[in-house]
């Protein structure tokens, strides 16, 4: 028996998920708590409610304060109106009555919000540029964070990185109420978003993959994001509750509490410790959670002296992206696969961060945002195993991108029509959750071993550049009101439909080698599939295995 195979009998005493394991579980998924609310705090800490130019002689009495009200008859004969009824919140008109001037004064709807970062910097019209590169700073700083958090926490431990994640996104998330200055507020977002919503969550992740067994692997994982979407809804929450936004954002920040005693109520992962041969210690917190799930005593002594006197037989190949790459069959799946990844954010995030576009209470629809999450994740996974990951993948992209694409074309100048709008919007964010949900358990079935923990990384980095160009993305509807959401529907669309073209892995053993990797899946798409031919992956035996 080698040290791989005497690991994975030491883990199997610890059954499936029993109480050990769902106390850790219950502990790490508050991280996917706290990085859901931190990725959207800007949504209402920065929100930009509906506004107008400040009319010289109207608005501004002989005191110099503002003394008009939101609308009033002198107001509309000089601040030029949409087609939709809104105010035009960058001119007025001039003397003349014709010609419209940019203005550099605004006032603001105070319905719903009555302080906000971009009411106080005046992050509207040709300012408005900065709004959208505060968000896409955060966004940059996850995509760092997941770059380099993830080889950090295998050098140095899940459980260190993820501490100090928690403690930092703490520190960050309440000092960035405080930022005075626009461009040191880019500096602090982007170390938010390194530590608030990639860190821990991406530890948190790792932890208990490693710790469930393989059958549960998948409702934990999409549970995981379920809780993510929690954070969403309490973003929403505390914004209809608190309307100072230097108050809100610390509030936001001491979310990070929740974290501060996982130090001492989690463990370590025990496959990690045993890979860096601290094997006493991944023993010793085996043999207490064996106790705690009610299952007999391990003989302790007898899996220290195996994990330090044998070691492996096998010579250890380092592998990196570009194996992922190298061959035709591998490459196709992979640039497929990294499509869909970005895709998926990109739409993702876009439907998330714009909620304010839509009528209506905004704390609400950001609410209902989060909300039709829950029951997206549970469809997915009494659905996966029963369609397969590639059709309900696809549908769920296409039908999503589509859904998507109608609500910009929806007129909102009824109730019925914000109804409409609003419905569209939550059936898109319905299907593209379920969409993210399965690329991650379907990258990890289409990849061999040796380089799937890193098909995964490269996965993520698509998902999280593309959630750092959505905020300036969304700068384009300065052309078109509908561009933004036709480039997102558009681009998830093309993937749901080329999802098609990738293998089915439901039922199929996940391949070992390099080699059954780029023979896994040959021939095998949608279109093969009902014409009935034989995918290649049916013609050899690959051993049965798990991710770690």
């Not at 009495?61 to 509309?76: E, Y």
């Not at 899940?158 to 040191?184: D, H, M, N, W």
């Not at 969403?232 to 100072?244: E, K, P, Q």
């Not at 696809?394 to 007129?411: D, H, K, N, Q």
């Amino acid at each position: 028996m080698d040290v791989d195979q005497d690991l994975e009998q030491l883990m199997g005493h610890l059954g499936e998920f029993g109480k050990y394991q769902m106390r850790q579980f219950l502990l790490h998924i508050l991280a996917a708590l706290t990085a859901g609310l931190h990725m959207l705090t800007f949504v209402t800490v920065a929100a930009v409610p509906e506004h107008r130019c400040v009319i010289p002689d109207v608005d501004v009495n002989t005191t110099g304060t503002l003394a008009s009200s939101w609308d009033s008859l002198a107001v509309r004969e000089w601040v030029p109106r949409h087609e939709d009824g809104s105010w035009d919140g960058c001119h007025l008109y001039a003397e003349n009555q014709t010609a419209k001037v940019a203005c550099s004064e605004w006032i603001y709807d105070t319905t719903y919000y009555t302080s906000s970062r971009a009411i106080e910097w005046n992050l509207v019209c040709s300012r408005r540029w900065m709004g959208a590169v505060a968000q896409a700073a955060y966004m940059f700083g996850v995509f760092a964070g997941a770059v380099s958090l993830g080889s950090l926490a295998d050098k140095y431990g899940r459980k260190t990185i993820f501490y100090l994640c928690a403690v930092l996104q703490l520190i960050l998330g309440v000092a960035v109420a405080f930022v005075p200055e626009f461009y040191s507020l880019l500096v602090v977002r982007f170390f938010y978003g390194v530590f608030g919503s990639a860190g821990a969550y991406i530890t948190g992740f790792v932890l208990s993959m490693e710790l469930v067994g393989a059958s549960k692997r998948t409702a934990c994982g999409i549970t995981f994001q379920g809780f993510f979407a929690g954070g969403v809804m309490l973003v929403a929450f505390w914004g209809y509750l608190i309307r100072d936004r230097v108050v809100l954002q610390v509030v936001y920040g001491l979310h990070g509490l929740l974290l501060v005693g996982h130090w001492w109520l989690i463990d370590e992962s025990p496959r990690w410790l045993w890979s860096q041969g601290r094997v006493t210690e991944a023993v010793n917190i085996v043999e207490k959670a064996v106790l705690v799930n009610g299952g007999e005593a391990i003989d302790a002594a007898h899996y220290v002296s195996k994990g330090k006197s044998q070691e492996r037989t096998r010579e250890d190949v380092a592998y990196g992206i570009s194996d992922l790459f190298k061959t035709p069959n591998m490459r196709a799946k992979m640039l497929n696969c990294c499509l869909n990844w970005f895709a998926n954010s990109l739409c993702y995030y876009g439907l998330s961060l714009n909620t304010g576009r839509l009528s209506g209470d905004p704390f609400l629809i950001l609410f209902l945002v989060g909300l039709v999450e829950i029951p997206s994740y549970v469809v997915t996974i009494l659905l996966m195993d029963r369609t397969g990951r590639r059709s309900l993948i696809s549908a769920m992209m296409v039908l999503g991108g589509i859904a998507t694409l109608a609500a910009a074309f929806i007129p909102q100048t009824t109730p019925a029509g914000n109804t409409s709008a609003t419905t569209v919007v939550m059936i898109g964010k319905f299907m593209i959750a379920g969409s993210f949900a399965i690329i991650y358990n379907y990258t990890a079935e289409l990849f061999p071993t040796p380089v799937r923990n890193t098909a995964l990384g490269v996965g993520s980095m698509c998902a999280r550049l593309s959630g750092a160009l959505t905020p300036l993305i969304t700068l384009l509807d300065s052309l078109d009101k509908t561009l933004p959401t036709v480039i997102f529907a558009s681009i998830a669309v093309t993937s749901g439909l080329l999802a098609l073209l990738l293998p089915e892995t439901l039922n199929q053993p996940m391949p070992q080698s390099l080699e059954d990797g780029e023979r896994f899946g040959q021939g095998d798409t949608a279109c093969a599939a009902c014409f009935g031919r034989k995918p290649n992956n049916q013609k050899y035996e690959i051993p049965l295995t798990t991710v770690d």
